[in-house]
């Protein structure tokens, strides 16, 4: 009889999505037996062709800690092994739209040993050190965990447990925007609901998104048009006092208050939607009920355009929009932009997600149009 023995049972999960396991291990010797039991999972990167640094969100190992997350790509475990500090709560692999993870049964209990991460080639592995303990002489101990296989959507992470829901990442360097993504989700779906096309629901979550920041696009594109507006009394100034910088600056102050006029005023509008842009990008980037969805010519709304008619039009969108935006700058730099930044849109657009490009399409021509409605609105200074 050997002094160890081991018995597994697994059954698959009753909310579905997995599989939970108990492992009861007995010592059937005559002393003390430290025993342990680590889970092995791995995952292979099959994105061929990422394009600017996707693989690194496409593919990750993530060890859930104390106080932290630890997300670890290929290419960060190309000088060796990465292993936590500390005994992880939870450990898994993220596959973008889907998800392999381990928990404890006992959710509020965290493993035994630290998490590993490795990598050999084009595939990430996971090794997890659920537990270890003395077990005495005739005696048993029983371990229960779930092994989560399924897609990242916080319905089902939250049946296993609610830590689980910090897989989906929302974050953009460290800034957590979660807050701003969840409700698009919701919208999404919403939407979806009623259309019964995921094409159709991220036309209308542009609308949505478009219609809640008119206000602050509103103030934003008249800012920028009164500037336009003023532009040659500022010019004026300028030729006066063309030495006098602090002149210049002193009597351009006086115009802006006698017309009203923050200069920061197209700015900051612009800088507070920020946020809901990355949200909406990092929410498309990884929503599973896109996965494999076609809409018109679009095979799979996650993947890239079969032939980037979006694309090309988001560059010319892209010219003339920043034809009908008021600007209070004549500078050739400004014009070799405006002639650069739409070619450089529509290369960056090749390598994104085509429901992520529709949205940036869709979002292009309603903002053509209010800003020619908001343009004709504005009445002379």
């Not at 859930?64 to 292993?83: F, M, N, Y």
């Not at 936590?84 to 928990?103: H, M, T």
């Not at 005739?138 to 689980?164: C, I, N």
């Not at 509103?218 to 010019?235: A, F, G």
Request: proline share 6%; with cysteine; aromatic share 10%.
């Amino acid at each position: 009889t050997p002094q160890i023995s081991a018995e597994v049972e697994i059954e698959a999960r009753p909310e579905g999505y997995g599989f939970n396991y108990v492992v009861t291990i007995v010592n059937n010797g005559l002393e003390n037996a430290s025993v342990g039991l680590t889970m092995e999972i791995g995952a292979e990167n099959t994105v061929e062709d990422p394009g600017f640094g996707a693989s690194d969100v496409s593919l990750q190992g993530i060890c859930g800690l104390s106080e932290e997350i630890e997300r670890k790509a290929l290419g960060d475990l190309e000088d060796g092994p990465w292993v936590s500090n500390q005994p992880a709560s939870w450990a898994g692999i993220d596959l973008q739209y889907f998800v392999l993870a381990l928990i404890g049964r006992d959710t509020s209990k965290a493993f035994s040993g630290p998490c590993k991460l490795s990598a050999e080639g084009s595939v990430l592995t996971l090794a997890q050190n659920l537990v270890k303990q003395n077990i005495g002489p005739g005696e048993k101990a029983e371990f229960g965990f779930t092994f989560f296989v399924g897609p990242k959507r916080d319905q089902q992470l939250m049946a296993v447990s609610e830590k689980l829901t910090d897989i989906v990442d929302y974050d953009f360097i460290g800034i957590p925007l979660g807050f701003l993504a969840r409700p698009m989700v919701f919208l999404l779906n919403l939407f979806h609901g009623f259309t019964a096309s995921w094409g159709l629901a991220i036309v209308l979550l542009t609308l949505t998104v478009k219609g809640i920041l008119f206000p602050v696009t509103y103030k934003s594109v008249v800012s920028m048009r009164k500037m336009q507006l003023i532009k040659p009394e500022l010019d004026k100034i300028k030729e006066k006092w063309p030495n006098d910088r602090e002149k210049q600056q002193m009597e351009q102050l006086k115009i802006f208050k006698e017309k009203g006029i923050n200069p920061l005023g197209g700015c900051l509008p612009m800088l507070l939607q920020m946020p809901v842009w990355v949200a909406l990008y990092r929410m498309l980037w990884s929503s599973v009920d896109l996965y494999q969805q076609p809409f018109l010519w679009l095979v799979d709304l996650t993947a890239k355009e079969p032939f980037p008619f979006l694309a090309i039009g988001i560059g010319i969108l892209t010219f003339i929009q920043q034809k009908t935006t008021p600007t209070s700058t004549d500078s050739q730099q400004a014009k070799v932009m405006m002639m650069v930044m739409p070619f450089m849109l529509t290369f960056f657009m090749l390598a994104l997600p085509s429901g992520l490009v529709l949205y940036i399409f869709v979002n292009s021509v309603l903002t053509i149009f209010q800003t020619l409605a908001i343009n004709k609105r504005t009445p002379a200074l």
